[in-house]
């Protein structure tokens, strides 16, 4: 079992950063991969951005550029930092672990920008 607890949402306005937290029950070196999804009003959930344990990263196209998405593994802990942010972005913000072939969720954070 893997608990994840996110953290760092809030509300911002377009152009301005956020930096999103989440933080692993267990030690994520052991964990195939970490990423960060969102799913806004109406919308499906969809990745944002992916990071393996050898630290290898993808991203969403939209979110090319402006976010990053790094690693503490000394803290168990996966940042998100999201720049310049646009109305589009607001969504409730996830975190996934996958390991050992299951799928771990923590609980959401929410991400509004307005314009």
């Known amino acids: 079992q893997v608990q994840l607890v996110e953290s760092g949402g809030g509300l911002v306005q377009a152009g301005g950063s956020l930096r999103l937290s989440c933080a692993a029950s267990?030690?994520?070196?052991?964990?195939?991969?970490m990423g960060w999804y969102r799913q806004g009003p109406g919308k499906q959930r969809e990745l944002v951005a992916r990071?393996?344990?050898?630290?290898?990263?993808n991203y969403q196209d939209s979110v090319k550029g402006r976010f990053t998405i790094s690693r503490d593994n000394a803290k168990n802990t996966v940042y998100l930092q999201m720049n310049s942010l646009k109305p589009e972005d607001t969504a409730v913000y996830y975190c996934?672990?996958?390991?050992?072939?299951?799928?771990?969720w923590g609980q959401g954070t929410q991400v509004t920008v307005s314009s």
């Open positions: 996934n672990a996958d390991h050992y072939w299951r799928n771990y």
């Open positions: 267990i030690s994520i070196l052991g964990i195939n991969a």
């Open positions: 990071i393996t344990s050898g630290g290898s990263t």
